[in-house]
């Protein structure tokens, strides 16, 4: 099913600020504009080390075929949308494209935060989840996926798009559950 960007930023938000492109229909979320593919709407997060190089990047997702760029502030480009609050919706946004182009019954996902032991409670819980018969993916530290097989990772909790899309992956898998490490920086 093809899905468009109206559909999910307006989903109970005034129409007033509908572009062209938001009714055009789009294949996902990009947030490292290196990897953009045809026709995704890229995030640009504005850089706390290098702000002045978040337009380059925007323009060079544009270049490569980004339908359109979603920015906390103005970069003076187009076709755009300035979203100051981008880094709170963008994963209900990427949650919303996914279910709409390949609906899922969603894990249930338990999140252990603090200072010490993330790493060994998420994985105790998962281990016992698993030994009830309930297949339990991992997210942290020691890798994703679900038990026994895990792959690296790169950050203890990923960012918002990469983690709605491993959720919706696990469930295609047949996860009902998801134990994940959620560090006080990823939050």
């Known amino acids: 099913m093809m899905i468009n960007f109206q559909d999910i930023y307006h989903n109970g938000r005034d129409q007033d600020h509908t572009q062209s492109w938001m009714s055009?229909?789009?294949?996902?979320?990009?947030?490292?504009?290196?990897?953009?593919?045809?026709g995704q709407i890229?995030?640009?997060?504005?850089?706390?080390?290098?702000?002045?190089?978040?337009?380059q990047f925007a323009q060079a997702a544009l270049d490569k075929g980004a339908l359109a760029?979603?920015?906390?502030?103005?970069?003076g480009i187009a076709p755009a949308l300035v979203c100051p609050q981008?880094?709170?919706?963008?994963?209900?946004?990427?949650?919303?494209?996914?279910?709409?182009?390949?609906?899922?019954?969603?894990?249930?996902?338990?999140a252990v935060t603090g200072t010490n032991g993330k790493t060994t409670i998420s994985r105790l819980v998962a281990e016992l989840l698993t030994l009830q018969n309930k297949k339990c993916a991992v997210m942290g530290t020691t890798g994703?996926?679900?038990?026994?097989?895990?792959?690296?990772?790169?950050?203890t909790t990923l960012d918002a798009l990469?983690?709605?899309n491993l959720m919706h992956?696990?469930?295609?898998?047949?996860?009902?559950f998801a134990s994940i490490e959620a560090s006080s920086h990823g939050l």
């Open 42 to 55: 890229f995030i640009a997060l504005t850089s706390y080390s290098q702000p002045e190089k978040t337009r």
């Open 24 to 38: 055009e229909p789009f294949k996902g979320f990009s947030l490292d504009s290196r990897y953009v593919q045809h």
């Open 144 to 155: 994703n996926g679900i038990l026994p097989h895990l792959e690296v990772s790169s950050h």
């Open 86 to 110: 981008v880094r709170r919706l963008m994963g209900q946004w990427q949650k919303q494209y996914l279910q709409a182009t390949t609906p899922v019954q969603a894990v249930r996902v338990l």
């Open 69 to 75: 760029v979603i920015s906390e502030t103005d970069l």
């Open 169 to 176: 992956d696990f469930a295609l898998q047949g996860a009902e």
């Open 162 to 164: 990469h983690l709605q």
